[in-house]
């Protein structure tokens, strides 16, 4: 072989390699809860929003559980937006690798929230929230939204699931929250446990054997991920819609909140 034509062979796979790394989203994990609310979930001529706050991971300086996040050329359904994690922000970056311990490096001092943990019927931790108040200039409030989680691994949606929650309610009263994060037509809420496909027996890491469990919601779900997904996670929801009908020029306070269930491990997403 001649020094072109192998100069043209390295180049060539130089340039798929750089290729195949740009199939994953890229996430920007310095901006501020003002920033992420105002500039890109609700940048919209149909609603304004203020009073922007965040939380989340408080034990990584310099970094957020709470980001933007860009599709880069991916395959990944949203082209940007945010998205809150169970853990830092920049997991979320794919390809997916299992990881049977994943989670174990994080703090079990990053706390719980009440309203995910009333709601959901859970016990939280390792919660990131973003919340806001805005006025609709319409009747109708709608994101569409993606839930991700590692949980979908073995037969572990037949029995444990991470919580999320999109929380509504009129600004500055004492009003019950209503959660918009349910499958259509129904008030379950959105999860690993109560949207998966059908779970064939089989072994889980450590040898231990597990029955499966029927689908639940199955239509709801898009798919198993692999290593080449945009992604790290498991597997993910379709691209769901959380909406309300709102009053025209009601001021209301939106809460969005996710978190491990029970244990800190196989972390969990919401991209909006």
């Known amino acids: 072989m001649n020094k072109a034509k192998s100069f043209l062979i390295v180049l060539f796979l130089c340039c798929l390699s750089v290729k195949i790394n740009a199939q994953v989203i890229t996430i920007d994990d310095q901006r501020t809860p003002q920033q992420l609310v105002e500039n890109v979930l609700v940048n919209s001529s149909c609603a304004s929003a203020t009073n922007s706050s965040g939380s989340g991971d408080t034990f990584r300086p310099g970094r957020q559980s709470f980001a933007y996040f860009n599709n880069n050329g991916s395959s990944f359904p949203f082209n940007e937006g945010i998205v809150l994690v169970t853990s830092a922000a920049q997991s979320a970056v794919g390809p997916f690798i299992s990881d049977a311990n994943e989670g174990a490096g994080d703090s079990s001092q990053w706390g719980s929230d009440s309203d995910l943990d009333d709601i959901l019927n859970i016990k939280s931790l390792n919660t990131t929230v973003l919340e806001f108040d805005f006025i609709a200039y319409t009747s109708l409030l709608s994101f569409n939204y993606i839930f991700a989680s590692n949980e979908y691994q073995y037969n ?31 008030s379950t809420p959105v999860s690993s446990i109560n949207i998966h496909p059908k779970i064939e027996p089989g072994t889980r890491p450590g040898g231990i054997s597990y029955i499966g469990c029927e689908a639940s919601n199955a239509s709801y779900f898009n798919g198993l991920n692999s290593n080449t997904s945009p992604v790290n996670y498991a597997g993910q929801t379709a691209v769901m819609t959380a909406q309300s009908t709102v009053v025209t020029g009601k001021k209301y306070h939106v809460k969005l909140v996710i978190g491990d269930a029970d244990n800190r491990y196989q972390n969990s997403a919401i991209f909006l």
Do not use: R
């Open 156 to 186: 572990y949606p037949c029995q444990y699931s991470d919580g999320f929650a999109f929380l509504i309610k009129e600004a500055g009263t004492s009003d019950p929250y209503k959660n918009l994060a349910v499958i259509p037509n129904t």
